[in-house]
């Protein structure tokens, strides 16, 4: 057992790739130099009392209360629950939870606290943490059964597998992960916020994946990353349009891995462009906020931009030339380590 961990688990930028996760497709992501740190110490009394700083909110529960709570409380209590679920022998515990991710901007601030939250807690009682996959799906868990987001792995694999200057390519079905650089030479990718919040992005993401079940039954597949366009066409709407989107997404990302092996940035920015089409007509997450956003990027030079996350408002991403503007508070991203515990400099 050990008195007192921090752990620092980042946010995500997803290259393209997008509502691919749950459909058994593939990703690639990298994770971002912000996120969520977490410090836990022991307090040997078998309750839980943690304090959300950014928010001044607090909370505090008995190891075994899995009563339901809302916000960045059902995560505390989910990752404690989960936990203890896999058998971490937890002691107890006071959380100090700080970020540098703006909430509901589609960089995944809600994946990093979760993993964040559970690095902490195993780091408290001792435990060696389960492999990254493992670890992943047990965030996921809380995510799925705590707070209600019926969300993929790409958010927890991509803050658990993170490497600096590399993106993740992640196969969802067989949960196969590797890295590859992302050299852009003098390229930039920028985020530029749409001034949406998620506000109906739970609502809405769940509907999709709701109708891609639906899609797969219909299909008679387990995962929709196996059908073929002209099944699908075959389909009522907007099952169609869905399946549509995913096919041709996990085809993009292929073409993406292999115009970043050839160094073409051109047609990076082409891919990127073919994603949000993608997203707007026929997974249709966009809001007139998101386009306002896309569109800015593109007025300023932009080779290609996309919603990023689960849409519905939230960030979009460019890809900036050399030379090019940067529009009013677009912020560049650059890929990052991954999450792991902090020694004292933080590091």
């Given at each position: 057992?050990?008195?007192?961990?921090?752990?620092?688990?980042?946010?995500?930028?997803?290259l393209?790739?997008e509502?691919t996760?749950?459909n058994?497709g593939?990703a690639?992501?990298?994770?971002?130099?912000?996120?969520v740190?977490?410090?836990?110490?022991?307090?040997?009394d078998?309750?839980?009392?943690?304090?959300?700083?950014?928010l001044g909110?607090?909370?505090?529960?008995?190891?075994?209360?899995r009563a339901?709570a809302s916000?960045?409380?059902?995560?505390v209590?989910?990752?404690?629950a989960?936990?203890?679920?896999?058998?971490?022998?937890?002691?107890?515990?006071?959380?100090?939870?700080?970020?540098?991710?703006?909430?509901?901007?589609?960089l995944?601030?809600?994946?990093?606290?979760?993993v964040?939250l559970?690095?902490?807690?195993?780091?408290?009682?001792?435990?060696?943490?389960?492999?990254?996959?493992?670890?992943?799906?047990?965030?996921?868990?809380?995510?799925?059964?705590?707070?209600?987001?019926?969300?993929?792995?790409l958010?927890?694999?991509?803050?658990?597998?993170g490497q600096?200057?590399?993106?993740?390519l992640i196969?969802?079905?067989?949960?196969e992960?590797?890295?590859?650089?992302l050299?852009?030479?003098e390229?930039?990718?920028?985020?530029?916020?749409s001034?949406?919040?998620?506000?109906?992005a739970?609502?809405?993401?769940?509907?999709?994946?709701?109708?891609?079940?639906?899609?797969?039954?219909a299909?008679?597949?387990?995962?929709?990353?196996?059908a073929?366009?002209?099944?699908?066409?075959?389909?009522?709407?907007?099952?169609?349009?869905?399946?549509?989107?995913v096919v041709?997404e996990?085809?993009?990302?292929?073409?993406?891995?292999?115009?970043?092996?050839?160094?073409?940035?051109?047609e990076?920015g082409?891919l990127?462009d073919?994603?949000?089409?993608?997203l707007?007509?026929d997974?249709?997450?966009s809001?007139p906020?998101?386009?306002?956003?896309?569109?800015a990027?593109r007025?300023?030079?932009?080779?290609?931009?996309?919603v990023?996350?689960?849409?519905?408002?939230?960030?979009?991403?460019g890809l900036?030339?050399?030379?090019?503007?940067?529009?009013?508070g677009?912020l560049?991203?650059?890929?990052?380590?991954?999450?792991?515990?902090?020694?004292?400099?933080?590091?």
């Open positions: 057992m050990t008195e007192c961990v921090r752990a620092f688990a980042p946010g995500r930028v997803n393209i790739g509502h996760d749950y058994g593939l690639l992501p990298f994770a971002v130099r912000d996120g740190t977490v410090i836990a110490s022991a307090s040997h078998g309750r839980v009392v943690a304090e959300a700083h950014d909110e607090r909370d505090s529960f008995a190891l075994g209360d339901p916000g960045w409380r059902a995560f209590r989910g990752a404690v989960e936990l203890l679920t896999s058998e971490v022998p937890l002691p107890g515990a006071s959380l100090e939870i700080t970020g540098t991710l703006p909430r509901g901007s589609g995944s601030s809600s994946a990093a606290l979760a964040a559970c690095l902490a807690l195993i780091g408290i009682a001792g435990e060696t943490p389960p492999d990254r996959v493992a670890l992943a799906q047990i965030c996921s868990r809380i995510e799925n059964d705590w707070v209600g987001a019926q969300t993929g792995l958010d927890q694999l991509a803050s658990l597998f600096t200057d590399h993106a993740t196969d969802f079905r067989s949960l992960v590797r890295t590859l650089p050299d852009l030479g390229h930039r990718l920028v985020t530029l916020d001034g949406e919040r998620h506000s109906n739970i609502g809405g993401y769940n509907q999709r994946r709701h109708e891609c079940e639906a899609a797969c039954r299909l008679g597949l387990r995962h929709l990353s196996e073929d366009l002209s099944a699908a066409r075959a389909l009522s709407a907007p099952l169609d349009r869905r399946v549509r989107h041709s996990n085809e993009r990302v292929l073409a993406t891995v292999d115009a970043l092996e050839r160094g073409d940035l051109v990076l082409r990127l073919a994603s949000h089409a993608s707007r007509d997974y249709e997450v809001t906020a998101v386009e306002a956003a896309v569109e990027l007025d300023a030079g932009a080779l290609g931009a996309r990023i996350g689960g849409g519905f408002g939230g960030h979009v991403l900036m030339p050399p030379g090019a503007g940067t529009p009013e677009a560049e991203v650059r890929p990052g380590p991954g999450a792991r515990l902090l020694d004292g400099d933080g590091r």
